[in-house]
């Protein structure tokens, strides 16, 4: 449920409606936006005769219910477009953003030379993983806290922020340590103790699609990050698991397109994973910012023939800078800046 305040609305006034909601054990989230201020309204419980009751209450002008199952997330509850800040980049608004780097950091001289590359390039971002979700226990799993070092190493020289998952509970306090925004990987979408846990550290959070999610249920895996009081959240389509088995997943395009109106969040797009190839990631990632994704997240290697993972849909530092230029055309084609 939404409480719309009426303009001018006293600090008195909307602590009463804070107090009352915590009188029936509900949580009220207060979006101040330029045009109106808003609580939204969350519960396992909402009494059926709440909303009549606050419409009563000085200083409210009217109750909505909010139809998604997704709340806090949801467009109904905060019309505007919400920013994240990750150091000095925003993520959101009409500046797209350029998350580039390896799958895998593998060592000191593969990132220093692939995060070089990237700034060079025009990045704002670096990715980079340190714990990574293999399908197969045989493969390359990342240098964990070895590997954070590094990524921290790579900020130091470049000025650039670094996303890196953290894949369980345990690990969530030492990857915050380390990094400007905590990645949620596809396997992880619905661990929710986990996307909690990330709640509770404030830190942005780049949440990806899960293999076989709905958009529903991406949304509501996003409400649990934002339920705990931490409105940072990205979201970031990475393909999913259609019948196509021509590539390693399908991009779906679609969702950024929708999602874009159901969710105020970010939404940025991987069409390396999305894609599993490197030669479709260029086209795909400037299908990503003419659909209206707030940017792109793409692996970089500087001999993807011998990365420890993803190499067959890494970009070589060339190929990354190439397409650079094309971005920021199609970028201003739809009326944005990259
Ligand atoms: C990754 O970003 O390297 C990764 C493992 O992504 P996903 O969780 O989307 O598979
Ligand atoms: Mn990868």
Redesign the pocket.
Known sequence: MIVVMQAGSSEAMIDAVLERLGEYQLQGHLVRGAERTVIGVVGAAIPPTLKEELEHFVGVKETLRITQPYKLVSRELRPTDTLVQVRDVTVGGNRCVVIAGP??VESEAQLMATAHAVREAGATML?G?AF??RSSPYTFRGLGEEGLKLLAQARDATGLPIVT?VMTMNDVALVTRYADVL?I????MQNYQLLEEVGRTGMPVLL?RG?AATIEEWLLSAEYVVAQGNPNVIL?E??IRTFETATRNTLDLNAVALAKRRTHLPIIV?P??GTGKWYLVPPLALASIATGADGI?I?VHPDPDRAK??GGQSLNHANFAALMPKLVAVASAVGRVL
Do not use: F, V, W
């Open positions: 799958c895998s990715r993983g990574k979700p998952e990645q990987g596809a396997r992880n990806k293999l970031c990475r393909g991987d390396s994973h997240i692996e993972s993803d």
